[in-house]
């Protein structure tokens, strides 16, 4: 492994995903998944959360079901790879990152490389996707865009001009694309990595969002519960967080936006009021982390609904 030689890229060594030295690997650097939150692309992680994990504020999710079943799979649809690509050898990469002292920041996990007369000649993303909705016609570069950031980014850490994607889709049907660099995309990530970095350096945290992630990771931001303790909500943060909470079944993003926003404001806090009047309570499974709890009959503020401009 140690052997192969890509043209713009160091390699640190090879460990088990989700392992102390893959994740130390990580820490301090941006890989493919990482750009794809940077830039608000991943369906996994958003760049709240990033931002929280790389600042230590919080640990990472452990792998869902969907990843999990992708890297079972993995070692299976490689191999379907390698037997409609005899010309090549598909090895396995480990972690990457680029030569240049000044980008050592940039780092590539890939799935695997393709390697032809002992010359690393492309990658190999695999991917398994059950939907299938954000694909292509196979044999283009047609690929969902948090795939397609993730694979121009260790393109570019790597010096490649091609990358293959191997997925499994619906009703277990293999497909295959290329993907070539285009290096207006690829300035942009790297000038939002940067950007990122920037704000870790300079203590900006992101703002809060409607995405999954974010409200997972204020709770974790809060693992406590004061009981008793009891959050006035401000005007304007009222104005701004009920309205979306009351019409959740409606506008399901706004809604988880206005739950995180609220769950930061609270703290530790147990319940949330405005005008007196309950609000929402903070509540915790055992030892789990703790969820909000929106109250049924929400106080209504149409006084209140310039507050928030």
């Known amino acids: 492994m ?3 030689v890509t043209p713009t890229g160091r390699f640190l060594g090879q460990w088990p995903s989700n392992s102390p030295e893959w994740y130390a690997a990580r820490a301090h650097r941006i890989g493919g998944s990482d750009i794809a939150a940077i830039v608000r692309l991943s369906k996994w992680q958003s760049r709240y959360a990033l931002w929280c994990e790389k600042t230590g504020l919080v640990e990472p999710d452990p792998p869902n079901s969907q990843q999990s079943r992708g890297h079972f799979l993995e070692p299976g649809v490689a191999n379907w790879f390698a037997y409609q690509h005899p010309d090549v050898e598909v090895v396995e990469a480990g972690t990457w990152t680029h030569v240049d002292p000044e980008r050592d920041w940039q780092l590539a996990n890939p799935d695997r490389l393709l390697v032809r007369d002992g010359q690393v000649v492309a990658g190999l993303e695999i991917k398994t996707d059950v939907d299938g909705r954000d694909w292509g016609k196979p044999g283009t570069d047609e690929i969902p865009l948090y795939y397609l950031t993730q694979v121009r980014w260790y393109m570019d850490v790597l010096g490649l001009d091609e ?3 191997a997925v499994l889709g619906s009703h277990l049907e293999f497909s295959e694309y290329v993907i070539h660099p285009d290096i207006d995309d690829t300035l942009y990530l790297r ?3 940067e950007e990122f970095l920037r704000s870790i350096a300079w203590d900006e945290m992101p703002t809060i969002d409607g995405h999954d992630a974010t409200y997972r ?3 974790k931001l809060h ?5 008793g303790e009891k959050f006035a909500l401000p005007d304007d943060l009222a104005a ?3 309205p979306a909470l009351a019409e959740e079944k ?4 706004a809604a988880q936006k206005a739950r995180a926003k609220l769950l930061a404001a609270m703290g530790n806090a147990s319940h949330a009021y405005w005008d007196e009047e309950p609000v929402a309570r903070r509540q915790a499974k055992g030892e789990g982390t703790p969820y909000l709890v929106v109250e049924k009959n929400l106080p209504a503020i149409p006084e209140l609904l310039g507050a928030a401009a």
Do not use: F, M, Q
């Not at 409606?250 to 993003?253: G, R």
């Open 250 to 253: 409606s506008a399901k993003e």
């Open 217 to 219: 990771t204020v709770r």
């Open 223 to 227: 693992p406590l519960i004061n009981s």
């Open 2 to 4: 140690t052997t192969l």
């Open 240 to 242: 701004e967080v009920l």
């Open 191 to 193: 000038d939002a990595a």
């Open 163 to 165: 990358w293959w994607v």
